[in-house]
């Protein structure tokens, strides 16, 4: 869990501190959408539509852009239909990868995807190669310099969380699936706001990387990121400190 969540940190202050905000604004639109479109426009009955629009509110998208993804969905304007697709790989070193996408054509998706990976040392597995060395998890964000951890703990744990781990700035609540938006609400109705939330994938046991193999795996993870299409990428790579400093 270590190195998914260094690397997901790496992320979010890039996402603010560097000209990526058009491509996670393009990301973001899509998840809407097609969350819109499977559950419905209101946030209130569609857990999914709310998550998408908590993220795009906290990445500071303009609510009209929202608005305009939320009535493509859900048909009210022309849209695109993009398909769910899932692609799984290696990366240097050994590290397994999947990769979360939303396509309108997955021909031209599955191509982006080889490349990235041939580019950068990796290579592009079938269905099921590195899927079971995955949990799927809910993982909730904490500023740690606003709240204690026993305040935090405490709503999390009471509120059926797995587990809360301190990561110096940042407290990260662990939570199944099925209960990732009851313990989001026990937080705001404690009081506690959540800095960022995401079902994700977390490994079951992590590979150390580090020299060239960790720079080439960071260099291969944002390849992939810059890609329209790829909505997440999880690995199961614990990346060498050093290298993760100076990718921050």
């Known amino acids: 869990m270590a190195g998914h969540n260094k690397w997901s940190k790496i992320k979010r202050k890039k996402g603010v501190t560097d000209s990526k905000r058009g491509a996670l604004f393009t990301k973001l639109i899509r998840e809407i959408t097609v969350a819109a479109r ?14 998408a629009v908590d993220t795009a509110k906290a990445a500071s998208m303009p609510a009209e852009n929202i608005d305009r993804a939320i009535k493509k969905g859900t048909g009210e304007l022309e849209g695109v239909n993009y398909e769910e697709s899932t692609y799984e790989g290696y990366g240097p070193g050994g590290v397994a990868l999947f990769i979360e996408c939303l396509t309108d054509n997955t021909n031209r998706t599955v191509a982006d995807v080889r490349f990235a990976l041939t580019k950068n040392d990796g290579s592009l597995g079938t269905d099921g190669s590195v899927a079971w060395q995955f949990d799927r998890k809910g993982q909730i964000v904490i500023d740690a310099t606003r ?82 299409d790829v909505q997440k990428v999880h690995s199961n790579a614990d990346i060498d400190e050093a290298v993760l400093a100076e990718a921050s």
Do not use: C, H, W
Not at 38 to 51: M, Q, T, Y
Not at 161 to 166: K, N
Not at 173 to 184: G, L, M, N, R
Not at 196 to 218: F, M, P, W, Y
């Open 38 to 51: 499977e559950g419905g426009g209101s946030v209130e009955f569609n857990a999914r539509l709310r998550l």
């Open 147 to 228: 709240y204690s951890e026993e305040a935090v703990f405490e709503a999390a744990i009471d509120a059926g969380a797995e587990d809360v781990v301190g990561d110096g700035e940042e407290f990260v609540v662990t939570t199944e699936p099925t209960e990732f938006a009851a313990v989001q609400e026990a937080m705001r109705t404690s009081g506690i706001e959540v800095r960022s939330a995401e079902l994700t994938r977390i490994a079951k046991n992590e590979v150390a990387v580090s020299g060239a193999d960790a720079e080439k795996l960071l260099k291969l993870m944002d390849m992939l990121d810059d890609l329209d």
